[in-house]
């Protein structure tokens, strides 16, 4: 069965921590994404990457940053939790193509609350 | 800023019934349309994909796109209890984009 894996299911950091949130795909998506769903906002999009080593900027991008460093795997860094950064973070992943989008594979989700 | 418009709800429909679900988008070169069931405390899952004007039916799913007017539909034919969640609607960002914006949401409610 195709799965993105998120690292934890439930969080708990302290303000000012550093904070990193896993996400690993075995499906060979080269695009992947880092959402959060907040009660009445929705899901925004913080950043994404379409190959190794590349990152683009979503919506919400300040006070976070990512990484990539091999294909399966795409890493969100808090680098100084805030209490505003307690929320649902949503990985996702999709293949690429030419001119259409795919829909994404998303992962169980992990529920970040800074304290 | 790109924006997608779904009514929150909530929708209320009696088992067997037709619920109809809308979306619309801001962004006119968007070519790639996806509805997402959500059920609570779960991530989303896609239930549909649709990229022509027109209709694409999936079992008791149709989706309907129509890029002249911005606007998505979902139909969901047969309503069962077990369609109880939220429905989300995505748009991908800019004309081949693969990065995707949501709409808030509908939560559906089928009464048994």
């Known amino acids: 069965d195709v799965k993105v894996t998120q690292s934890s299911r439930y969080l708990v950091k302290r303000t000012g921590e550093k904070v990193f949130l896993e996400c690993v795909q075995d499906m060979d998506h080269e695009n992947m994404f880092w959402y959060r769903q907040d009660p009445g906002l929705g899901l925004r999009l913080i950043y994404f990457s379409y190959d190794v080593k590349m990152k683009e900027k979503g919506d919400i991008p300040e006070g976070y940053s990512v990484s990539r460093e091999k294909k399966e795997r795409f890493s969100l860094i808090l680098e100084s939790a805030s209490t505003n950064q307690t929320s649902m973070y949503l990985c996702a992943s999709s293949l690429r193509t030419g001119g259409f989008a795919y829909g994404y594979t998303f992962g169980s989700g992990t529920r970040l609350t800074v304290v | 800023q790109k924006e997608v418009e779904q009514n929150s709800g909530p929708l209320s429909v009696p088992e067997g019934a037709i619920a109809s679900l809308n979306c619309t988008y801001s962004d006119r070169v968007s070519q790639s349309f996806f509805w997402y069931r959500q059920y609570s405390g779960k991530s989303p899952e896609l239930i549909m994909s649709i990229y022509s004007n027109g209709d694409k039916e999936d079992g008791r799913f149709t989706a309907q796109l129509n890029k002249a007017s911005q606007y998505v539909s979902l139909l969901i034919r047969d309503s069962q209890p077990s369609d109880s969640a939220t429905y989300l609607c995505?748009?991908?960002?800019?004309?081949?984009?693969?990065?995707?914006?949501f709409g808030k949401g509908t939560t559906l409610s089928v009464s048994s």
């Open positions: 995505a748009v991908n960002i800019g004309q081949a984009g693969t990065a995707l914006i």
